[in-house]
T-cell receptor
């Protein structure tokens, strides 16, 4: 079974630029999560989708972050404009209706 | 805003059992206890989960107290490759999964 795919693996941008991350969940997984993990901290949930609907985006900084999951499969997370404090690893995970979540390798973002 | 409390770090000798505690005193009846681990530079990896009964799989055992206010993850024979950050999470079936800071386990030769 293929795992959760994320791209790119690494990205370096200047502050105030825009960036987008892509996630392809495991086939058949209805639930998709995006997390931000700052160095030395646990992952912080940004948004949770159930199919193409948003279940929880309470911790998403909506003034600069946006996410979509068109057709309930792939998802993109965008930051516009980026700030230095957005430097982190962005993790995508997916799960069935119940049970464990499977994580991708993440995208390491560096904002300079 | 994690609902769990874990020690910041622990050491374990290679080949010995690693016992990682977790407190979740406010757990509700519908919430499961999940354990994940994160090896450096990788995404978190699922280990095990349970509701009330103790659970065992090929990776670990999960012991949940009768009042469900705490649990222990047991790695029966720790190896150097088990060095990682271990996260204890409580959640309902498909609700959001919120991580705390976890326990950094170091397995020493």
């Amino acid at each position: 079974e293929a795992g959760v795919a994320q791209s790119p693996r690494y990205k370096i941008i200047e502050k105030r630029q825009s960036v987008a991350f892509w996630c392809n969940p495991i086939s058949g997984h209805a639930t998709l999560y995006w997390y931000q993990q700052i160095l030395g901290q646990g992952p912080k949930l940004l948004i949770q989708f159930q199919n193409n609907g948003v279940v929880d985006d309470s911790q998403l900084p909506k003034d600069r972050f946006s996410a979509e999951r068109l057709k309930g499969v792939d998802s993109t997370l965008k930051i516009q404009p980026a700030k230095l404090e957005d430097s982190a690893v962005y993790l995508c995970a997916s799960s069935l209706e119940q049970g464990e979540a499977f994580f991708g390798q993440g995208t390491r973002l560096t904002v300079v | 805003d994690a609902k769990t409390t874990q020690p910041t770090s622990m050491d374990c000798a290679e080949g010995r059992a690693a016992n990682l505690p977790c407190n979740h005193s406010t757990i509700s009846g519908n919430e499961y206890v999940y354990w994940y681990r994160q090896i450096h530079s990788q995404g978190p990896q699922y280990i095990i989960h349970g509701l009330k009964n103790n659970e065992t799989n090929e990776m670990a055992s999960l012991i949940i107290t009768e009042d469900r206010k705490s649990s222990t993850l047991i790695l029966p024979h720790a190896t150097l490759r088990d060095t990682a950050v271990y996260y204890c999470i409580v959640r309902e079936n498909n609700n959001d999964m919120r991580f705390g800071a976890g326990t950094r386990l170091t397995v020493k030769p």
